[in-house]
C-alpha cells in the first residue's frame, strides 16, 4: 500500500527528493507567527504518494535534504508511519501508538514545538491557516 504525507519544500536544503515523490497537490500558506519561522514568508506544502516499494530510499533521501534542526517530513499509509527528521528516521507501527512518544521526545529535542508534532493520533491536529 502507497504512502500519503506532506513535504514543506521551504524544509529542504536540497529539493531534488522532490522528484522521487508523486506531488498530488500543493498549497502556499503564509507564515504567521505560530509557524516559528520568521525567516520565511511562506511555506509550500506538497501532498504527496509514495510508492511503498520505494518508502525506505525516500525517506533516507529525504532524512538528508532536510535543513539541520526544527524540520520533519513524514508519510503513512494504514500499518506504518515514517516521521523523517534529519540524519534520523522513526518508522512506526501506526497499531501501537506508543511509539510516537520517542518521536514527539526527538523533535522537541530539535526545538520543534510540541503543536507542531501533531503526527499522533493522540494529539490535536494543529489548525494552521489556509491560503
Not at 516499494?53 to 538528508?64: G, I
Not at 508519510?75 to 515514517?82: C, G, L, M, R, V
Not at 497499531?95 to 512518544?101: A, D, G, I, L, R
Amino acid at each position: 500500500m502507497d504512502y500519503q504525507g506532506v513535504i514543506i519544500e521551504e524544509s529542504l536544503r536540497s529539493k531534488n527528493v522532490l522528484k522521487e515523490v508523486h506531488i498530488d497537490s500543493t498549497r502556499v500558506e503564509p507564515v504567521t507567527a505560530a509557524h516559528k519561522t520568521p525567516w520565511l514568508t511562506q511555506w509550500t506544502l506538497h501532498a504527496v504518494t509514495v510508492a511503498e516499494n520505494e518508502s525506505d530510499r525516500v525517506a533516507e533521501a529525504l532524512s538528508k535534504a532536510l535543513g539541520a534542526d526544527y524540520w520533519y517530513a513524514d508519510f503513512k499509509n494504514d500499518a506504518t508511519h515514517y516521521v523523517i527528521f534529519p540524519n534520523r528516521i522513526f518508522k512506526v507501527d501506526r497499531s501501537k501508538p506508543e511509539q510516537y512518544q520517542q518521536v514527539i521526545n526527538h523533535g522537541l529535542r530539535l526545538g520543534i514545538p510540541e503543536y507542531q508534532l501533531d503526527f499522533s493520533p493522540a494529539m490535536k491536529q494543529w489548525e494552521r491557516p489556509h491560503a
